[in-house]
């Protein structure tokens, strides 16, 4: 069984900075892509940012392009999330997700093609 614990959410003002992590255990990590997802009230889960096997690929949503930056360490088990200039439209809860069918190069954007999830942790930006 996989399990993805993330951290790293709280209350930041606009302009600010957090780290997101997520440690992952149960199988091996470097065998699947990671993605970031967020989902504010009332709005479907959408994705952020995600990351292949081998961190030769990331990929970003619009929204956040060089603002965000994704990076994993396989001997660590981990991917982080580094958001930079924070807005108050990107609070959200914030979760991350393994992709163990997804290529080696490859990273998907469709939160349905993930495997398992992380329980979410919540961001919140004021103006």
């Known amino acids: 069984q996989v399990q993805l614990v993330e951290s790293g959410g709280g209350l930041v003002q606009a302009g600010g900075s957090l780290r997101l992590s997520c440690v992952v255990s149960?199988?091996?990590?470097?065998?699947?892509?990671m993605g970031w997802f967020r989902q504010a009230p009332g709005k479907e889960r959408e994705f952020v940012a995600g990351i292949s096997r081998a961190s030769g690929s990331a990929y970003y949503t619009d929204a956040v392009k060089g603002r965000f930056t994704i990076a994993r360490d396989n001997a660590k088990n981990t991917v982080a999330l580094q958001m930079n200039s924070l807005k108050p439209e990107d609070t959200a809860v914030y979760y991350c997700?393994?992709?163990?069918?997804?290529?080696?190069?490859?990273?998907?954007?469709?939160?349905?093609?993930?495997?398992?999830w992380g329980q979410g942790t919540q961001v919140t930006v004021s103006s």
């Open positions: 997700a393994a992709d163990l069918r997804v290529n080696p190069k490859g990273v998907t954007t469709n939160p349905a093609a993930y495997d398992y």
């Open positions: 149960g199988r091996t990590f470097n065998n699947y892509g």
